[in-house]
């Protein structure tokens, strides 16, 4: 049974550029989250998608969007990257009706870095 | 506002030493607490989940427990190994916020042989 899986894992772009990040959910899943984790911090929540909308957004500007797919897979799209975004980008998937409930799962992440 | 916080950030032990890592937290509103372990560069390993209405939660050689009343949860790992080397993060599920996770900075633990 696949767990959550994301690619690619390692990214480098520079300024300005526009960046698209995968992740599929673990089988069963219906719910996909992405999270920003600087190094030496805290992974903080970007946004939620469930039924191919976002249902949840934290403190992230409009240059970061998401997508999800018919088959729950998700993309998250960062525009006119910054320096600034350089991190691990991680997604996690649940079940929606019972996510409140249940251990996140997350994936390996995919590491961004900005020249 | 919800925030989290985890002290030590560091914590350096050497092996077969029993020990103790933090987390609190400012809002008691919440469905549970996650510990989860990180490696270097990797995702998230999830290791235990302790609901609010629980007091503590035992896989192996760890230990959780939670009170939520004071906003704190406490890690405890037996018998330290130098496989317990990692980042070990707490994350709270607050309510009316969906699915959201709100972490702590992490606990970098280096387990000496």
């Known amino acids: 049974d696949a767990g959550v899986t994301q690619s690619p894992t390692h990214l480098i772009k520079t300024r300005g550029q526009q960046v698209t990040l995968r992740c599929s959910p673990k089988s069963g899943h219906d719910t996909v989250s992405w999270y920003q984790q600087a190094l030496g911090q805290g992974p903080q929540f970007i946004f939620q998608?469930?039924?191919?909308?976002?249902?949840q957004r934290g403190n992230f500007p409009d240059r970061f969007s998401g997508h999800q797919f018919p088959n729950y897979s998700s993309e998250l799209n960062v525009n006119a990257l910054l320096l600034g975004d350089s991190a691990l980008y991680l997604c996690a998937s649940s079940q929606w009706d019972r996510q409140v409930y249940q251990p996140q799962h997350f994936g390996d992440g995919t590491r961004l870095s900005i020249l | 506002k919800q925030e989290v916080t985890q002290i030590p950030a560091a914590l350096s032990v050497p092996e077969g030493e029993n020990l103790v890592l933090n987390c609190s937290f400012t809002?008691?509103?919440?469905?549970?607490l996650q510990w989860f372990r990180q490696d270097p560069g990797k995702g998230l390993t999830s290791l235990l989940l302790?609901?609010?209405?629980?007091r503590e939660q035992t896989s192996g050689r760890l230990n959780a427990s939670l009170d939520k009343s004071s906003g704190r949860s406490t890690l405890y790992i037996a018998a330290s190994q130098p496989g317990d080397s990692a980042t070990y993060l707490c994350a709270v599920r607050p309510y009316n916020q969906g699915g959201k996770l709100i972490f702590g900075q992490g606990t970098e633990l280096s387990v000496k042989p």
């Open positions: 998608y469930y039924e191919e909308e976002e249902r």
């Open positions: 809002d008691s509103a919440i469905y549970n």
């Open positions: 302790i609901q609010s209405s629980q």
